[in-house]
C-alpha cells in the first residue's frame, strides 16, 4: 500500500496562514478521493475538506469553509490544504487520507470512507 506524508505544520499565531501538504509513494493517490481529518486528544475526528479525483468537485466542512482550500497537483503527486486566518481552535494534528472507492467527481464526506491514512503533521495556533 502506498504510504501517504504530511507536512507544513508548525507553530503559528492566530490570524496567520500555513499550507499543508500531502505526499503519496504510489500511483493510485491520483485516481483516488483525497480528505484532510483533523484530530485533537480527547474529541472525535473531524474531517474537514475533501477533493475528488477529477478536482471538480471538494467538501469543507462549516467549521473551515471560507477559510481552508484544499487542491492537488497531479504531475508531483500531492494535495495541498491552504489554511488561512488560523484561530487557537484550528489546533490538531492534520491527517491526509484517499478514498480508492470513489468514482472521478465523488467526494467522500464520512472519515470512514478513507483507507489509506498519513500519520499527521501537527499545527498550534497561539493567541
Request: overall charge negative.
Amino acid at each position: 500500500q502506498e504510504q501517504l506524508v504530511e507536512s507544513g505544520g508548525g507553530l503559528v499565531q492566530a490570524g496567520d496562514s500555513l499550507r499543508l501538504s500531502c505526499a503519496a509513494s504510489g500511483s493510485r493517490f491520483s485516481t483516488s478521493a483525497v480528505g484532510w481529518i483533523r484530530q485533537n486528544p480527547g474529541k472525535e475526528r473531524e474531517l474537514i475538506a475533501g477533493i475528488s479525483w477529477s478536482s471538480v468537485r471538494t467538501y469543507y466542512a462549516d467549521s473551515v469553509k471560507d477559510r481552508f482550500s484544499i487542491s492537488r497537483d497531479y504531475v508531483k503527486n500531492m494535495v495541498y490544504l491552504q489554511m488561512n486566518d488560523l484561530k487557537p481552535e484550528d489546533t490538531a494534528v492534520y491527517l491526509c487520507a484517499a478514498d480508492y472507492a470513489g468514482d472521478y467527481h465523488y467526494v467522500a464526506t464520512s472519515i470512514d470512507e478513507y483507507d489509506n491514512w498519513g500519520q499527521g503533521t501537527e499545527v498550534i495556533v497561539s493567541s
